[in-house]
């Protein structure tokens, strides 16, 4: 069974950084592009990024691009998000997602809560 | 960027009745490359259908989609009480990969 697990997430300054985790499990890793996805309180879905499975490429939303890293460790069977020079408007839950060929996705955790506020 | 509208806003039906939901692209998407998702309250979305038409593995038959170039459209042929969501359309023709706004369906 497919599982994916976030952790990280918390109240952060505008400015500041913070580092989302999501823990695979289920699945062979590697062999599988990962994203993330968020969705601001009442709001719909926007992409956000996604890796592919050798964690060589990744890709972005020009939202998040040049603040936001997606990164990947599959002796962990880990994906991360590092978030950078956090604004209001990132405030969301942010989905860890296995994404198929990159690009839609079969499988989502539950998400983990990214709140930007003084 | 490719913009997804989904209309209705929110569908008003019984159990038992048929949904048909639409989801239209500001430019034609690839391939048609478009996937639905079903987000319950305070759940993740489930994926339903990718490629305009093929289900997920486990989605139930009641669902479909159909729809090509700019124009698509889920239909749930049979409400259950567990269909009552919001849906979403994305495109992934195109880059970026965008979602639509979303429709909910609720109990009338």
């Known amino acids: 069974e497919v599982q994916l697990l976030e952790s990280g997430g918390g109240l952060v300054q505008p400015g500041g950084s913070l580092r989302l985790s999501c823990a695979a499990s289920?699945?062979?890793?590697?062999?599988?592009?990962m994203a993330w996805v968020r969705q601001a309180p009442g709001k719909g879905l926007e992409w956000v990024s996604s890796i592919d499975g050798s964690g060589g490429s990744s890709y972005y939303a020009d939202s998040v691009k040049g603040r936001f890293t997606t990164s990947r460790d599959s002796s962990k069977n880990t994906l991360y998000l590092q978030m950078n020079s956090l604004r209001a408007e990132d405030t969301a839950l942010y989905y860890c997602a296995k994404a198929h060929m990159l690009v839609y996705f079969d499988y989502w955790g539950q998400g983990a809560l990214v709140t930007v506020s003084s | 960027e490719t913009v997804l509208t989904q209309s209705p806003g929110t569908l008003s039906l019984s159990p038992g009745e048929r949904g048909t939901l639409s989801c239209r692209a500001s430019q034609s998407v690839s391939n048609n490359y478009l996937a639905w998702y079903q987000q319950k309250s305070g759940q993740a979305p489930r994926l339903l259908i990718y490629?305009?038409?093929s289900r997920a593995t486990g989605i139930p038959d009641r669902f479909s989609g159909s729809g090509s170039g700019t124009d698509f459209t889920l239909t749930i042929s049979r409400l259950e009480p567990e269909d009552f969501a919001v849906y979403y359309c994305?495109?992934?023709?195109?880059?970026?990969?965008?979602f639509g706004g979303g429709t909910k369906v609720e109990i009338k």
């Open positions: 490629g305009a038409s």
């Open positions: 289920g699945f062979t890793f590697s062999n599988y592009a």
């Open positions: 994305q495109q992934y023709g195109n880059s970026p990969l965008t």
